[in-house]
């Protein structure tokens, strides 16, 4: 993922993810807020934790892109410019199997 075109592309694909990862540290869930500064936050450390570094510039004009095409697939209502509502729920559960 070399580009930042690929980065985006990677995020869109795999959002949920992407949002399982950032539950790690921000409320995410179903209906709740989601802000800005906290997924441009979560992208940057989302990356970094793939070994891949990125600027803070990019991991914000990535923040909106995201925001923008999950937006147009009704995985998000926009609530401001900077804030959006989570319409779909994040899983993280693990089932574990007996062998």
């Known amino acids: 993922m070399e580009s930042y075109q690929s980065r985006l592309i990677y995020l869109t694909n795999n959002y949920v993810d992407f949002f399982a990862f950032m539950q790690k540290k921000y409320p995410v869930y179903k209906n709740s807020n989601i ?7 979560a992208i940057y450390l989302f990356f970094m934790n793939k070994g891949i570094q990125i600027k803070y510039p990019e991991a914000e004009k990535a923040a909106y892109q995201l925001m923008e095409n999950l937006l147009s697939d009704s995985k998000l209502k926009k609530i401001s410019s900077t804030t959006w509502k989570l319409n ?10 007996n062998n």
Not at 35 to 41: S, T
Not at 88 to 97: G, L, M, Y
């Open 35 to 41: 802000f800005l500064r906290d997924v441009q936050y």
């Open 88 to 97: 779909f729920s994040v899983t993280t559960d693990v089932i574990k199997v």
